[in-house]
C-alpha cells in the first residue's frame, strides 16, 4: 500500500522539480542577456522558433 501511495508522490516532486528548474532558468536567463536569448522548451531547432526553413 506505501508503494501504491508513493509513486504518484514521486512523480508529483519530479514534475514540480522540473518546474522549478525551468523558472530558475529563465530568471538567470533573463538576468544575464550577454550570454544569449532565453530558449524555451520545445523550440526545435535553432534555426527560427522551431521552424527550420530549409530541409
Known amino acids: 500500500m506505501a508503494k ?3 509513486a504518484p508522490l514521486v512523480v508529483f516532486v519530479v514534475l514540480a522539480g522540473w518546474v522549478v ?3 530558475i532558468y529563465a ?3 533573463a ?3 550577454q550570454l ?3 530558449r524555451p522548451e520545445g523550440g ?3 534555426c527560427g522558433s522551431g ?3 530549409r530541409r
Do not use: I, N, T
Open 4 to 6: 501504491f501511495l508513493l
Open 44 to 46: 526545435g531547432c535553432s
Open 21 to 23: 528548474v525551468q523558472r
Open 51 to 53: 521552424h527550420c526553413e
Open 27 to 29: 530568471r538567470f536567463a
Open 36 to 38: 544569449g536569448p532565453y
Open 31 to 33: 538576468s544575464h542577456p
